[in-house]
């Protein structure tokens, strides 16, 4: 078990579809991330979310909507999105943002828009 | 502008001879630097550590050496195994940014 849970796996939208995407971590952490990999490209971190307030939106279009209710879980809200988003979606939590503490990550779920 | 940067997208190794992948970055201010291995359809799972008071750390297999002045570091796999065939990723934090900076990763392939 990697102590991060990411549901769905995979997931097929069409650009006017909504979805969203889960996150749970059972280890405890404070902060939670979203990285968006796309093929070739360094992991870009979307959101941070530290002690459930949000520390860090890196640009990300309004289409991509985070929402974390307590510590243990975080969310990716999904809205008209576009071809250049299929990706694959990791969620990574930490004890806490800005210790030099390594990140655990989930298995990602791989998001696909038609 | 990357600035955590993997230069070799693959590397192909036999088994039992030593892997060497590199990551270079230009930040003169990154002081702690993490190394990250990755299995299709996982998540990366964390590998081995190094902070710039160090030159070298070493977990079993596995070492990591810390060339300030070049800005430099690599991760040197010996013996190499097929198991150790995985997308590896550096990443790097200063002091005082709240994130690490991930390089495009380095594919290894060992061959039996």
């Known amino acids: 078990e990697t102590g991060v849970t990411q549901t769905p796996r995979h997931l097929v939208m069409g650009m006017t579809n909504k979805k969203s995407l889960k996150c749970e971590q059972h280890?405890?952490?404070?902060?939670m991330y979203w990285y968006k990999q796309s093929a070739k490209k360094p992991l870009e971190l979307m959101f941070v979310y530290n002690f459930k307030e949000q520390t860090e939106n890196n640009s990300v279009p309004s289409r991509f909507s985070p929402e974390c209710p307590n510590s243990s879980h975080l969310f990716l809200h999904l809205h008209t999105l576009q071809p250049e988003d299929s990706a694959l979606y990791l969620c990574a939590s930490s004890q806490e943002q800005g210790t030099n503490q390594p990140q655990h990550f989930g298995d990602g779920t791989r998001l696909s828009i038609l | 502008d990357q600035q955590v940067k993997q230069n070799s997208p693959s590397l192909s190794v036999q088994e039992g001879r030593i892997s060497i992948l590199n990551c270079d970055y230009t930040n003169s201010m990154f002081d702690y630097f993490l190394w990250y291995k990755k299995y299709p359809a996982e998540g990366p799972t964390f590998l081995i550590s190094i902070s710039s008071i160090k030159d070298k750390n070493e977990d079993g297999r596995f070492t990591v050496f810390l060339n300030k002045s070049a800005k430099h570091l690599s991760l040197h796999i010996v013996p190499s195994q097929p198991g150790d065939s995985a997308v590896y990723f550096c990443?790097?934090?200063?002091?005082?940014?709240?994130?690490?900076?991930f390089g495009p990763g380095t594919r290894l392939s060992v061959l039996p």
């Open positions: 990443a790097a934090k200063d002091n005082y940014g709240q994130n690490f900076v």
């Open positions: 280890l405890g952490h404070n902060a």
